[in-house]
């Protein structure tokens, strides 16, 4: 498992059940053994989250870089309360209020943004390229309400409510049949994706438009104005 940076660890984390079963929902009993100095109180919800991949920049193949680490996908699971709290243990015991995806001993607890607003579109303020690092959902294609990432942030010039087009130079039946595909094909459109959050490297997008399938890898453009 990737090593989490100090300034994201988790306050929490599920070290017991009060259930006989390795997933847990709705109305389950978790102990959730808390960081010492992490103000805790019956009462207080927080939300039960996973950390998956590490997410990387891409890099071309013929480059000596090695590629940035851009961030970590944390996957919702969903929101515990706290019903009594031991300061001398740390250890809280918590009910599950809400379930979104299943729950297992060992997931974290803590306070972290769970929802995106989507501002209104904004102009670019800089021309950029830049590449789909990953997606929210662990799928191969994606398309139109699918939220991903790219590889451009706040300190490139992007903005929260920017739209990047994405773009793909293919000729797909070639590519079916294992034909050669020339290098020098134009860039064609194939969707639109709103910038829901842009942090310093990278940015939460929202993927508006989609006229193919959307692949992690796939070419977005951001023009100064628009």
């Known amino acids: 498992e990737d090593e989490i940076p100090e300034e994201q660890r988790p306050p929490g984390r599920i070290v017991a059940s009060w259930e006989d079963m390795m997933m847990l929902a709705f109305p389950d009993l978790l102990y959730v053994r808390f960081e010492e100095d992490f103000p805790i109180q019956a009462g207080q919800q927080h ?3 996973r950390l998956r991949e590490t997410v990387y920049d891409i890099v071309e193949e013929d480059s000596d870089e090695e590629p940035r680490r851009l961030g970590r996908i944390v ?52 021309d950029l390229d830049g590449r789909i690092v990953a997606a929210l959902r662990p799928r191969i294609n994606h ?5 991903v990432f790219v590889n451009r942030g706040y300190e490139d010039g ?7 087009q994405i773009i793909r130079a293919n000729d797909h039946y070639l590519e079916s049949v294992d034909e050669e595909v020339p290098e020098d094909l134009p860039f064609e459109w194939i969707g639109e994706c709103q910038v829901l959050e842009a942090r310093e490297l990278a940015s939460t997008c929202l993927v508006t438009a989609s006229t193919r399938e959307i692949l992690v890898g796939e070419r977005v453009t951001l023009s100064r104005g628009q």
């Not at 398309?143 to 939220?147: I, K, N, S």
């Open 143 to 147: 398309g139109q309400g699918f939220v």
């Open 47 to 49: 939300t039960i989250y």
């Open 75 to 126: 996957e919702i699971l969903g929101t515990g309360s706290v019903l009594s709290y031991d300061p001398e243990a740390h250890l809280a015991r918590v009910r599950v209020v809400e379930a979104i995806n299943p729950i297992e001993r060992g997931d974290l607890v803590g306070p972290i943004q769970r929802n995106f607003i989507v501002s209104e579109p904004r102009a670019a303020e800089a």
């Open 158 to 164: 992007v903005r929260d409510g920017n739209r990047f």
